[in-house]
Nanobody
Framework: QVQLVESGGGLVQAGGSLRLSCAAS????????MGWFRQAPGKEREFVSA????????YYADAVKVRFTMSRDNAKNTVTLQMNSLQPEDTAVYYC??????????????????WGQGTQVTVSS
């Protein structure tokens, strides 16, 4: 059974940093694109970042580019999202997801097959 478990969320002041992790289990994910999405109250879930199966290519939403860095460790079946210079508008539930269709990075939510339960990130002003 595929499982994605996020951790690392919390409350931080504006300008601070958090590091999110996603542990995957149930099968190997080393040949799949992994993504991070977020959903703020009253808003639709939106793309944040994604990483290719080898980790050589990353793609970020314009809102987080430069501030966020995504990485993966295929040996450990984990992906991380380092978030720096956090702002109140980054407040949301952050979700890890996997795209089981082998290919290039996709940013639409319906391209991703499995999702974690999410971790709350709250940034105070």
């Amino acid at each position: 059974q595929v499982q994605l478990v996020e951790s690392g969320g919390g409350l931080v002041q504006a300008g601070g940093s958090l590091r999110l992790s996603c542990a995957a289990s149930g099968r190997t994910f080393s040949r799949n694109v992994m993504g991070w999405f977020r959903q703020a109250p009253g808003k639709e879930r939106e793309f944040v970042s994604a990483i290719s199966w080898r980790g050589g290519t990353t793609y970020y939403a314009d809102a987080v580019k430069v501030r966020f860095t995504m990485s993966r460790d295929n040996a450990k079946n984990t992906v991380t999202l380092q978030m720096n210079s956090l702002q109140p508008e980054d407040t949301a539930v952050y979700y890890c997801a996997v795209d089981f269709t082998f290919g290039s990075i996709r940013t639409n939510t319906d391209a991703y097959d499995y999702w974690g339960q999410g971790t709350q990130v709250t940034v105070s002003s």
